[in-house]
């Protein structure tokens, strides 16, 4: 008996909870590898879903005994492990929302996120190097034998909650948002378990396979791949940090632990298909790789269809949707893409969402080709920014189709068309839409004419402002090695031949790699700062 009265009784396996969805497995094929990592002292270890089980509980009860009620936050540094596996699905077991954060975040930011979440207790890996977490939050570390606490929690007072529901929150995301302060996306167990459940229904995995995951765990794409693997029965293969910053080292590591289907943001395989474009092919040939899936911005179809070409057999999976709503399609894309392709499907919702475009009017967009802004029904919906009723009144509307019902869907901010087969094509955000001399330009359209040029593996445009106040299109290109800089003058010529006039570049910039975002995708808003003075 805890010291702070009964112990709530834990998530029942008939009520949606992360923590018996995720360790279904555990009960069926308690064997089975759960999660396969690098080891502390080098190569590789397995964790199983019975060991992973007893580790989530072993957390659990550690956890209750501090006497944390449902709803009290708990924020988990660290990169993705078993370990942390093992403490977010003690908290989902508790309902204790978690709040995960990267090693890399810097001070400030992980202030504001405190600040903003008000957690009970900050947890950190046992190798974590972070200090000074403010008072009055509880802080200590996990490792494979559960949690130790370092400063214990402030009292919590009496619990007033009985047990954790569906609709209680399992994490929240703190998004570097625009504008300075970070906006918490808070999740519902209901939103990821139905979400995952929809994912299930298009069969992509089989519990014989090896989920490589390489996105930061502060990025749902992240809880993504641990859902998706372990929701599968499958294997997650967390990918080190230090093995993604140089592309040899993670060819490596995927073919050391048999990874058969890979997780990115597009922007993770710029460097390697620039610099190791052999040793992906052999990769290739070795027939272990299955599936590439990928989201979080658009791929560049010349890019794609460079490591299409050198992953034959593998399925090329295009996942997406904001955070929001977790995500939204999950669509296989034709391998080869269609030569002449501009524009990446992003198919249609997966079962138990729907998405519809609604123009400027407030009334649907269903003819081919008319651009439309995407709005979402779904049970994955979030629950609203954390502690932020006007934003979140601002991103969750009353459904334009049915607006007596009451019922909310998500407006995303981003524009779509349908296709002949119905399918929907992105055509970028409402908010990036830019006008160069009163026309509408699409950046997506001038980067995929630009980095199909001989010669240029990458292009990233943006419209930057002009002294003489017309604001300028710029372009940064990856050059590939060896290849001589690209003639401004050739690449005009190359843009006109297929784009109007006014979409060729003013300025040209070759660059060794784009600004990336702590997420892994390209950082439109540090491209300014490349632009030599
Ligand atoms: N596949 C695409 N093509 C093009 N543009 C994409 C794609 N996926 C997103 N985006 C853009 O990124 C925005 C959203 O950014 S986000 O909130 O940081 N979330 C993300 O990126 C990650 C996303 N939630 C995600 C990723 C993987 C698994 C899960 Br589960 C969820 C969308 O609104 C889009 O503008």
Redesign the pocket.
Known sequence: MSPFGPRPPRAHASVDNLRTHLLDGARTAPHRPAVIQAAPGGGLETVTYGELAARTDRCADALDDLGLDVGDRVVIESDTSADAVATLLACATLGLPFVPVSPGLPDERLRAVIDGAGPALYLQAEDGRRTGIPEPVGTGRFGPHGPTLERAPAPRGPRRRRTVTPVDTAYIIF?SGTTGRPKGVTMSHRGVVS?LRGVQASGFLTPRDRVASTAPLQ???A??DIGFALGHGAALVPVPRDRLSWPRRFLSFLRETGATQIDAVPSLWRPVLRHEPGMLAELGESGTVRGVL??????PPAELRHLQKLLPGADFI???????V??ISVTRLPNPLPAGAER?S?GTAVPGAEMTLIGPDGRIVDEPGRIGEIHVRSTSLFSGYWNDPQTTAAALVPDPLDRASGRLVLK???LASHGPDGDLY?HG?ADSQVQIRGNRVELGEVEGRIAAFPGITGAVAAVLPHQDGEPRLHVFVTPAPGSPAPDPKEIAAFVRAALPAYMVPHHLHPVDAFPLTP?G?VDRAALSALVPS
Do not use: C, Q, V
């Open positions: 998004t979400f990025f749902d794409f809880l993504f990928f989201s979080g911005e658009a791929f295009n996942l997406y949707g904001p955070t929001e977790m995500a990446l992003i995303t901010g981003d992105f955000r997420n995708k």
